[in-house]
């Protein structure tokens, strides 16, 4: 089974720029997790997307936002971009619908970097 | 509010000995528990999970123990291999009602040959 992947693999942007960034499901998964992974902040989430629905949302401002579409891929979109923003977006596949005991297995990342 | 700590930056083991990693949680709603490992530029890898009704959970070398009262579990991997070098996160969520994971800090391990 392939893994999840995520595409484009490296950005750069400048600041003020928008961008989306689009990640793909192991098959039959439906849950649909974003992570930003920062040096200062760790890994934190940023929303979570399960048939075709925002279900939990982390605590980052609506500049950030995402989508899920009917084939559970989803897309991620940051708006007005900040230096602030350059992290490895990560994106993340479930089974589960609700937490349960299904892991969430993440692709390889997207690089942003703000100029 | 770091939920999930990892307080050792990084530990170097022996190849062939064991590598026992930590971590601690404050959040008493948290019941499953999982181990990634991550090298840089790359995702997390998911290693091994535990669910709260547990206290160990098995898999090849890996080794994944709960102290529920304590808040704290640890990973073991016996034996060490070189491979094994890269930096592990332990991470954490409420088993029911959402899937977004709670990270630490996470620890560099580094296997001498």
């Known amino acids: 089974k392939a893994g999840v992947t995520q595409t484009p693999r490296y950005l750069i942007k400048t600041r003020g720029q928008q961008v989306t960034l689009s990640c793909s499901p192991i098959?039959?998964?439906?849950?649909v997790s974003w992570y930003q992974q920062t040096p200062g902040q760790g890994l934190q989430f940023l929303f979570e997307?399960?048939?075709?629905?925002?279900?939990n949302k982390g605590n980052f401002p609506g500049r950030f936002s995402g989508r899920q579409f009917s084939n559970s891929r989803s897309e991620m979109n940051v708006s007005t971009l900040e230096l602030g923003d350059s992290a490895l977006y990560l994106c993340?596949?479930?089974?589960?619908?609700?937490?349960?005991?299904?892991?969430?297995?993440f692709g390889p990342g997207t690089r942003l970097l703000v100029l | 509010d770091q939920q999930v700590k990892q307080n050792s930056p990084s530990l170097s083991v022996q190849e062939g000995r064991i590598s026992i990693l930590n971590c601690d949680y404050t959040n008493s709603m948290f019941d499953y528990f999982l181990w990634y490992k991550k090298y840089p530029a790359e995702g997390p890898t998911f290693l091994i999970s535990?669910?709260?009704?547990?206290d160990k959970n098995e898999d090849g070398r890996f080794t994944v123990f709960l102290n529920k009262s304590a808040k704290h579990l640890s990973l073991h991997i016996v034996p060490s291999q070189p491979g094994d070098s890269a930096v592990y996160f332990c991470?954490?969520?409420?088993?029911?009602?959402?899937?977004?994971?709670?990270f630490g800090t996470g620890t560099r391990l580094t296997v001498i040959p």
């Open positions: 098959s039959g998964h439906r849950s």
């Open positions: 997307y399960f048939s075709e629905t925002q279900r």
């Open positions: 991470a954490a969520r409420k088993e029911t009602g959402a899937n977004n994971l709670f």
């Open positions: 993340a596949s479930s089974s589960s619908q609700a937490g349960g005991t299904s892991a969430q297995y």
């Open positions: 535990i669910s709260s009704i547990k």
